[in-house]
Nanobody, 124 residues
Framework: VQLQASGGGLVQAGGSLRLSCAAS????????MGWFRQAPGKEREFVAA????????YYSDSVEDRFTISRDNAENTAYLQMNSLKPEDTAVYYC??????????????????WGQGTLVTVSS
């Protein structure tokens, strides 16, 4: 499965962006999907995740109530709606897919496939 993240850009604080993660070479319907981000000089960190049947979502404390993860298996795409953006949300955002088996949504090691990242810049 190849993942292509898109939708990043420059936005003012308080604004919104919607990231997309389009899959090719396979279907995401049996994969758990996650979003991570990495700011300059920092480690990659967990942002949000959704299980393969959309029954459970996970969020980091820093984005809870501002970001919403979703998926459309028919479109083979996952999304991250980001509202009330803050300068500290500035980072490269990566989507990832995890196959069947034990799933630890917040751990990068759980994920089998990664997209190339899309840059989100929030100005103050």
């Amino acid at each position: 499965v190849q993942l292509q993240a898109s939708g990043g850009g420059l936005v003012q604080a308080g604004g919104s962006l919607r990231l997309s993660c389009a899959a090719s070479g396979g279907t995401i319907s049996s994969y758990h999907m996650g979003w991570f981000r990495q700011a300059p000089g920092k480690e990659r960190e967990f942002v949000a995740a959704i299980t393969w049947r959309s029954r459970t979502t996970y969020y980091s404390d820093s984005v809870e109530d501002r970001f919403t993860i979703s998926r459309d298996n028919a479109e083979n795409t996952a999304y991250l709606q980001m509202n009330s953006l803050k300068p500290e949300d500035t980072a490269v955002y990566y989507c990832a897919a995890a196959g069947p088996g034990s799933y630890y949504a917040r751990q990068t090691e759980t994920y089998d496939y990664w997209g190339q990242g899309t840059l989100v810049t929030v100005s103050s």
